[in-house]
C-alpha cells in the first residue's frame, strides 16, 4: 500500500512556473509507472502526464506538452511535475497517482492517488 503526499502548489500569474512534488512512502516505488492528473472546479479528473518505471518513456496530454515536464528520482521516492508558461486554464487541483500496471494514461489503471495540491493561475 503506497502512500502519496504532493507539494508545491501555489498561486501565480499567466506566464509563471511551479514545480509540484509527489513523495511516495510504502510498497516499491520504483516499480509504480506515476502520473499527474488535474481536475478544475465543474469538470473531470484529466490526464497531465505519465512515466514509465525507469523514467524512460513519457506521456503528456496535448494542453501541457511542451510547457510542463514530469521526472522521478527512484533514489528519492519521489516524482515531479515541472510546469512552465503557465495559463489560467491550468488552474486546478494537481494529483499524484501510481499504478502498479504498465505505461498508461488512464485514470482507472492507477491503484494509488494523492490527496491534490491547488495550484491557481491568474491572468
Known amino acids: 500500500q503506497a502512500q502519496l503526499v504532493e507539494s508545491g502548489g501555489g498561486l501565480v500569474q499567466a506566464g509563471a512556473s511551479l514545480r509540484l512534488s509527489c513523495a511516495v512512502s510504502?510498497?516499491?516505488?520504483?516499480?509504480?509507472?506515476m502520473g499527474w492528473f488535474r481536475q478544475a472546479p465543474g469538470k473531470e479528473r484529466e490526464f497531465v502526464a505519465t512515466?514509465?518505471?525507469?523514467?524512460?518513456?513519457?506521456f503528456y496530454s496535448e494542453s501541457v506538452k511542451g510547457r510542463f515536464t514530469i521526472s522521478r528520482d527512484n533514489a528519492k521516492n519521489t516524482v515531479a511535475l515541472q510546469m512552465n508558461s503557465l495559463k489560467p486554464e491550468d488552474t486546478a487541483v494537481y494529483y499524484c497517482?501510481?499504478?502498479?500496471?504498465?505505461?498508461?494514461?488512464?485514470?482507472?489503471?492507477?491503484?494509488?492517488w494523492g490527496q491534490g495540491t491547488q495550484v491557481t493561475v491568474s491572468s
Open positions: 497517482a501510481a499504478s502498479r500496471a504498465s505505461v498508461t494514461i488512464r485514470a482507472q489503471d492507477f491503484n494509488y
Open positions: 510504502g510498497g516499491t516505488f520504483s516499480r509504480y509507472v
Open positions: 512515466i514509465s518505471w525507469s523514467g524512460g518513456a513519457t
